[in-house]
């Protein structure tokens, strides 16, 4: 891509906020709003106009979704009988529009994937997308379809033969990688809290492909209780060496961010400044292994007030090239609009949380419990893609 300036997309339509499950369930649409209100407020959006997405059709969905699957979606609202496939579950509760709802969320990655694959940008991203632990044949962990399957299925039918898909959220891309598990044309790596510790306990290192497609798909578990700095560490040993070695055409990551130590639904110890280098090293792996093509979604995040609009802030900002100094204040005008729904939160006055998330680098040793994992991990997974798992420079 040379030295000219990215080109990017942002995804938004006010209509996606109506994937919302309801009454006290922990994904709150509200994230999603506040995000976008605190990007207009610090002028991360000045002269964007967002892409306004339409509903993927079925032909989309039965890409990553069984047609009997898609049919109890659509008639679950209606139905006075359980319609099974995971769906009216205290996780995954029936709610009106859940066909329309869903569908959107997907049309709005799909969007971006066309966006990419016809050249009109480099990067999009899909705050409302990364509904990674959809499975083909039913609902799980709030997910109904998995848009991160149908937009990476969808480039493979449309001129990309190398996908790389790379998933930070705190749980296992479960769905995602169980969609391309035999699939030797797609690379899925996962950094998740360690599954013995968290649903939906998989992510094991030992969960390295099918047959034919062994070391396409790479699991990094972490200890509950990992810091900015070892999970950046585990980040940096493992996934630039896979990406070098598997040359993606395009990078789609799933950019979840209850990773954050407030989130209440898990344990990592991760900061927004964490997240911040996060989204810049993606940036960076897209621009350096993926002809700078560089699809992000959102994800999980459940510290709706202090955590996802500062982090998906940053995230937007990011693919946008407008990254924001984590000493930035933020803004009176998005404080005084939350404080509306909220009274009494205790919000956040700066776009950083004051961690330093600088580390060092793996180098070969076993000095923490995450060089555990790293060791582990490039034991299994780098011989199969021609890397030496014991020699720090791979
Ligand atoms: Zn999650």
């Not at 990067?123 to 997308?129: H, L």
Request: hydrophobic fraction near 45%; charge should be negative; aromatic fraction near 6%.
């Amino acid at each position: 891509m040379g030295d000219r300036a990215a080109t990017a997309s942002v995804v938004w339509d006010s209509a996606l906020l109506g994937y919302d499950l309801g009454g006290d369930h922990p994904f709150n649409p509200i994230r999603l709003e506040l995000t976008m209100r605190l990007a207009r407020a610090l002028g991360v959006l000045d002269g964007v106009d967002p892409l306004a997405p339409e509903a993927a059709g079925d032909d989309d969905l039965a890409r990553a979704h069984e047609v009997s699957y898609v049919a109890a979606v659509r008639e679950a609202p209606m139905a006075s009988w359980d319609v099974g496939h995971g769906l009216g579950t205290a996780d995954n509760p029936v709610f009106d529009q859940m066909h329309a709802a869903s569908a959107l969320v997907v049309g709005g990655t799909l969007a971006a994937a066309r966006r990419i694959a016809s050249g009109e940008v480099d990067r999009a991203v899909s705050i409302a997308g990364g509904l990674h632990h959809a499975m083909r044949d039913h609902a799980a962990g709030f997910c109904v379809y998995n848009d991160c399957a149908v937009a990476i299925s969808w480039l493979l039918d449309n001129g990309f033969d190398r996908v790389a898909y790379l998933d930070v959220d705190v749980h296992h891309g479960d769905g995602v990688q169980a969609a391309f598990y035999d699939d030797p044309r797609v690379l899925t790596v996962s950094l998740h809290q360690h599954p013995a510790t968290l649903w939906p306990g998989t992510g094991f290192v030992t969960e390295l492909g099918g047959r034919g497609a062994q070391g396409t798909s790479v699991n990094v578990p972490l200890p509950p209780g990992t810091r900015d700095p070892a999970w950046l560490r585990a980040f940096h040993a493992t996934v630039p060496a896979l990406l070098a070695a598997f040359q993606p055409q395009v990078l789609v990551t799933q950019c979840g961010v209850d990773t954050h130590e407030e989130d209440p639904l898990a344990d990592l110890s991760l900061s927004v400044d964490g997240h911040r280098e996060t989204y810049r090293a993606l940036r960076d792996l897209a621009t350096r292994y993926a002809g700078g093509k560089w699809l992000a979604t959102g994800g999980g995040g459940y510290q709706l007030l202090r955590v996802v609009p500062r982090s998906w802030t940053h995230l937007i900002a990011t693919v946008l090239d407008r990254d924001v100094p984590v000493e930035t204040l933020v803004p009176a005008e998005w404080t005084a609009a939350v404080r509306t729904v909220a009274p009494n939160a205790t919000l956040p006055v700066a776009m950083g949380d004051g961690r330093d998330p600088s580390f060092e680098p793996w180098g070969g040793g076993l000095d923490e419990a995450v060089d555990t994992v790293v060791r582990d991990v490039r034991r299994a997974v780098f011989p199969l893609h021609g890397l030496d798992p014991d020699d720090p420079r791979d």
